[in-house]
């Protein structure tokens, strides 16, 4: 007589239970994939979103010269219990801008060129542009104030 271990498990139930722990394995290595996948993509997006939030409107028109930047109409101030996220949210459109203006040298001037003033440029600006002083433009142009207009031609006095 051949005597069993009555507490000793048959061979056919230890095929099951290690396939069954072979499967439990891999669900737990594609859970653990599926989750880094998830957490890494999820910081991506953070961060992108506080990059994007980072850059404020000034620092974006500080970029565009300030003859080419294009003027924003300022909305009216509202109370703080009126603001909601979306009005937080909203991001400046990009604009398209125009090529900066070269001057045009005028036929019965000799000697000067003639620069016609666009929008957002500045006394200084031009200045800097032509090489000269802010004074000299003032004196080859009759300006007693810094204001100028756009549309305007100023005279650019040679160096």
Known sequence: MSAQNPF???SCFKMDIEHRRRERFKKTVVTAVIVSVAVV????IEGCVSERSATTPDQETARIPASRAVPQQQEPAKEPSMISQKTLAVQPCP????PPATPVSSPHVTGAAIYLVKAGDTLSHIARIHGTTVK?????NNLSGDKIAVGQHL?????
């Open 95 to 98: 604009v398209a801008t125009a």
């Open 136 to 140: 000299a433009l003032k004196l080859a």
């Open 155 to 159: 005279k650019i006095p040679s160096a």
């Open 8 to 10: 000793q498990i048959p």
């Open 41 to 44: 993509v999820g910081l991506l």
